[in-house]
């Protein structure tokens, strides 16, 4: 699996950002994807996944703000971030597994890279 975050940067309170996340080497269509995120400091959490469904779940800190989806056609999922806030600054990751319940608990043998959020005035 190959997973590139991007979409990332800074951007003051109150501000929105989207972030792309492009997967490879998986059958995208049938994964159930999740976006993460792990600030200095801390421990990494999930934020928000999509099932193969379209079926969504997000962290209680950012119901209301962010809104994940998928496009299948072009192995990508997105997350629509609004109403940042300076506690929302992490690195985000994204990963995937036909298992929901593994995306659900973040467990991964591996994880890509990143995209850094920076939310400061």
């Known amino acids: 699996v190959q997973l590139q975050a991007s979409g990332g940067g800074l951007v003051q309170p109150g501000g929105s950002l989207r972030l792309s996340c492009v997967a490879s080497?998986?059958?995208?269509?049938?994964?159930?994807m999740g976006w993460y995120r792990q600030a200095p400091g801390k421990q990494r959490e999930l934020v928000a996944f999509?099932?193969?469904?379209?079926?969504?779940n997000y962290a209680t800190s950012v119901k209301g703000r962010f809104t994940i989806s998928r496009d299948n056609a072009k192995n990508t999922v997105y997350l629509q971030m609004n109403n940042l806030k300076p506690e929302d600054t992490a690195v985000y990751y994204c990963?995937?597994?036909?298992?929901?319940?593994?995306?659900?608990?973040?467990?991964?043998?591996?994880w890509g890279q990143g995209t850094q959020v920076t939310v400061s005035s």
């Open positions: 999509i099932t193969f469904t379209g079926s969504t």
């Open positions: 080497g998986i059958i995208f269509s049938i994964n159930a």
């Open positions: 990963n995937t597994d036909r298992d929901r319940g593994a995306v659900a608990r973040g467990e991964f043998r591996s």
